[in-house]
């Protein structure tokens, strides 16, 4: 029995040392104390001749201590062991390249290559290895030959990293193809690998490189992954007609199977304000499909360009186009996007929100979802607030929120509470809702709570009897209206009476987004350098530099003065909402590749 007892003490006391120095050798090793870390590797060593992880970490050991011979002995001694693993020689050759002794180097090396024909299998392990000591041309010729010899190795994947390592772009984008074209990945896989290499330059290098790569392949196998990726490239590229053309020829090569890469390619269009290949995009989907709810999508969406820039008179127009989609698709609980639409035009296109209420009430008659319940009471509840219908508004909206508390559709109902009680003057009952929304896990909404929070709070605390934030309350609630001259005017009250007020900067803000609107360019830009220089160090700074930089990219066509906008966010405002797209800007703006 005393013996068991002295057996397990002994083993539990044998494996606690063992593991402090497996411990202590890491920690000095990471610590750069290697006369420290070389003691107990070759204690570890000794007792573990076989953990080659050991093995490496000792001779780095060594080799960091300018121990070359020491490495070297304690190496070749290694080699006489029975079957030593191969990347032992390339270790030793390493060792001599630390000595500057090329010559020498590479004869192991090349002894490490001759193993390969032996046994193919070591390819991998020899190619990690020169990759390891950056031989990046001798693990290229390592995996090589082991695909040459042993067909059913795929070492792709890892010349592909090597050859971006190198900048030899044109054999990368080659080894990833191969890869997706023999079914050993997948092609986003492959996307999110080259995505770094690719810019929105056309005329960039690296994407002329892909783009000649993969007509090659298109030329010698026709594949419709080479469509697929050329049309990839165009989109990054905004070149969205090319794009199309290409979409097309899938379709047609599936049997028009699907349109659901043309309506993506359509919205990627429209995101980037490409109108007019959009018109094309939906157009074509609408000609090419029996599929009733994507070409109402079309529609809808052909009809939203058409309102982007329309004329009063044009309108009744529009309106027959509504109508001639009623008529073919009914009030279904399939069309729900077109009722919504439709009331949405009535009311704020027409200003008239009375026949566009009783549209969506009818509507909710229907047999729907919890969602799509939710989504109507949403729709209605915005045309009764531009309609003064602020409680009626108000009970649909907390509906939502009851019925759909963790959804996005539920944090979505609880603004616009919050926006309707700031509306109607009720700021209290606004904060409340929106510190629950500080917390969203919808970005945007996150946003605009904080935002509305912070106009509330820091205006209340100055003005007790409010008047400034009732005054903007109402212009904002005029521009909900589109009645925007009405709306400007109110603000211009609060510039001229309230100056010097907390609320100056909000109501500069608010003016100049209400200028761009009616294309009065000079009077934003004014605005947006007023509260810059004014309120430079106030929470709307960081808005004002955004929006001069689109305004200057956009519209101005000053992409230099855009740069300058996008710069002082990056280096001021790190923690901006608008921080990663001004990033992204400014580097396009500056010519670098954006992934």
């Not at 028009?256 to 980037?272: F, P, Y």
């Not at 009783?358 to 045309?383: C, F, H, M, Q, V």
């Not at 929070?453 to 212009?475: F, G, H, P, V």
Request: proline content about 2%; overall charge negative; hydrophobic content about 35%.
């Amino acid at each position: 029995m005393r013996f068991i007892i002295f057996l397990i003490s002994f083993v539990t006391l044998s494996t606690f040392a063992y593991a402090q120095d497996d411990f202590l050798a890491k920690q000095y090793f990471a610590d750069g104390d290697f006369e420290k870390a070389v003691v107990f590797y070759e204690k570890l060593v000794k007792k573990n001749p076989r953990r080659t992880e050991y093995v490496q970490d000792l001779v780095s050991c060594y080799q960091q201590l300018e121990r070359y011979q020491d490495a070297e002995e304690f190496l070749n001694e290694r080699l006489k062991d029975r079957n030593p693993y191969p990347t032992l020689l390339i270790d030793l050759g390493y060792n001599y390249n630390l000595q500057e002794k090329e010559d020498t180097a590479q004869t192991y090396y090349d002894k490490a290559l001759d193993i390969i024909p032996k046994n193919p299998n070591y390819g991998y392990a020899l190619g990690l290895q020169f990759q390891k000591y950056s031989l990046l041309d001798m693990a290229i010729k390592a995996f090589q030959k082991s695909m040459e010899l042993n067909p059913a190795l795929d070492f792709n994947f890892q010349l592909a990293r090597i050859y971006g390592e190198q900048g030899n772009v044109e054999a990368m984008y080659n080894s990833y193809l191969n890869l997706v074209i023999d079914g050993k990945t997948s092609k986003s896989n492959i996307l999110r690998s080259i995505d770094d290499f690719v810019s929105e330059n056309a005329e960039d290098k690296n994407n002329l490189l892909l783009k000649k790569v993969l007509l090659e392949r298109a030329q010698k196998n026709p594949n419709i992954l080479w469509n697929e990726l050329l049309s990839w490239l165009f989109v990054q590229q905004k070149q969205y007609n090319s794009a199309l053309r290409q979409e097309k020829a899938i379709f047609k090569r599936m049997n028009g199977s699907s349109t659901s890469r043309l309506e993506n390619l359509g919205k990627s269009a429209l995101d980037t304000e490409e109108y007019e290949v959009a018109k094309d995009i939906y157009s074509y989907v609408i000609d090419n499909t029996n599929n009733k709810i994507t070409q109402l999508d079309a529609e809808l969406n052909l009809i939203d360009i058409e309102l982007l820039d329309v004329s009063n008179n044009q309108l009744d127009g529009i309106q027959k186009k509504y109508d001639a989609l009623i008529d073919d698709y009914g009030y279904k609980s399939q069309s729900l996007q077109l009722q919504v639409a439709y009331a949405n035009f009535l009311t704020f296109k027409k200003n008239e929100p009375e026949p566009a209420e009783k549209i969506l009430k009818n509507s909710l008659e229907l047999p729907l979802s919890d969602r799509g319940t939710a989504y109507l009471k949403l729709a209605l509840g915005d045309i009764l607030v531009y309609n003064k219908k602020f409680n009626e508004a108000l009970i649909y909206f907390s509906q939502i929120q009851q019925k759909l508390k963790n959804d996005v559709l539920g944090q979505d109902a609880r603004y616009k509470v919050a926006q309707t009680s700031f509306y109607k003057g009720d700021f209290d009952w606004a904060l409340t809702q929106l510190k629950v929304l500080r917390s969203s896990t919808s970005q945007l909404i996150a946003n605009d709570a904080m935002q509305l929070s912070l106009l509330i709070s820091d205006n209340s605390l100055e003005d007790s009897t409010q008047t400034a934030l009732k005054k903007y309350a109402r212009a904002d609630f005029l521009a909900y209206q589109n009645n925007t001259g009405e709306a400007i005017k109110v603000l211009d009250d609060i510039l001229e009476n309230h100056k010097g007020e907390k609320i100056e900067d909000e109501a500069l803000l608010k003016q100049a987004q209400l200028f761009e609107k009616l294309k009065k360019y000079e009077e934003a830009q004014l605005n947006y350098q007023k509260i810059i220089t004014f309120y430079g160090n106030g929470i709307l700074a960081d808005d004002a530099y955004f929006a001069l930089g689109e305004l200057y990219k956009k519209v101005l066509n000053d992409p230099l003065k855009a740069k300058e906008q996008y710069e002082k966010i990056i280096y001021n405002y790190q923690d901006s909402y608008y921080f990663p797209e001004a990033r992204k800007n400014f580097r396009i703006l500056r010519g670098d590749s954006i992934n």
